[in-house]
């Protein structure tokens, strides 16, 4: 065998070894990892480390928004009465009151005048319907009838007279249950005109005149009595 035939012999057989060395290592690494794989188990978990120290406190956060308004509550149950409080002062004694007393305002247009003779006497009469004059109003109490003449006082009590144009001009009247009846005649006994003036009528129950009398209120004074009785002036 020639130098070169023996390099030749020597690298195959260099080359051979070199495989085998190669897959026992394969072989070598496959049954250390079967190994590994069945043979160990994992551990228990180890005990939990001490707890560290307690960081410094954050900024403050933002203002959150406002949440929706709930839903109103049921109301509760009624409190118990509290103590009664003490009486307190006497009260200043009030005004004379009119629910006994009644008035009512008759404008000329709501009066109707009709000429009359009566015992030879030529009137002008009218009759006004006023329902609160009662059978008791006409036996116990007053009526009284106030013309808007003008003569410095918004109102004149009835009888009045006056002298006028040469003559003198008389206004009376009447009352009954359920109303009142106007008269004028002139002392000429000529036929009266119808006046156009306006009449106020005012009825009073017999404990409220009884009351006026009392105090001396003359009920000729329509302003005294409208005063005392609470009337409009």
Same mark, same amino acid.
């Given at each position: ?59 403050? @956060?933002?203002?959150?928004?406002? @949440?929706?308004? @709930? ?163």
């Amino acid at each position: 065998m020639g130098k070169e035939s023996l390099i030749i012999f020597v690298t195959e057989i260099y080359l051979l070894v070199m495989r085998l060395i190669n897959q026992l290592l394969v072989i070598t690494a496959v049954a250390m990892a079967t190994l590994l794989g069945s043979g160990c188990e994992k551990g228990d978990i180890g005990p939990q480390g001490p707890e560290g120290v307690e960081g410094e406190k954050g900024d403050k @956060g933002d203002k959150g928004e406002r @949440g929706e308004t @709930g839903p109103r509550g049921t109301t509760g149950a009624q409190g118990a009465t509290g103590p009664r409080g003490p009486q307190g002062p006497k009260g200043d004694k009030g005004d004379p009151g009119n629910a006994n007393v009644k008035s009512r305002t008759f404008t000329a247009s709501q009066i109707t005048w009709r000429n009359t003779t009566l015992f030879g006497t030529n009137y002008v009469t009218a009759s006004l319907d006023i329902p609160e004059i009662t059978a008791a109003i006409v036996n116990n109490g007053i009526v009284m009838v106030y013309g808007g003449f003008f003569w410095g006082e918004p109102w004149s009590a009835l009888p009045v007279s006056y002298f006028e144009s040469g003559r003198t001009v008389n206004f009376s009247y009447g009352v009954k249950t359920g109303g009142v009846t106007l008269r004028m005649h002139y002392s000429t006994n000529t036929a009266p005109t119808a006046p156009g003036i306006q009449f106020k009528v005012v009825v009073v129950e017999g404990q409220a005149m009884e009351a006026a009398r009392l105090q001396q209120i003359p009920f000729e004074n329509y302003d005294k009595v409208a005063t005392f009785f609470g009337l409009e002036l």
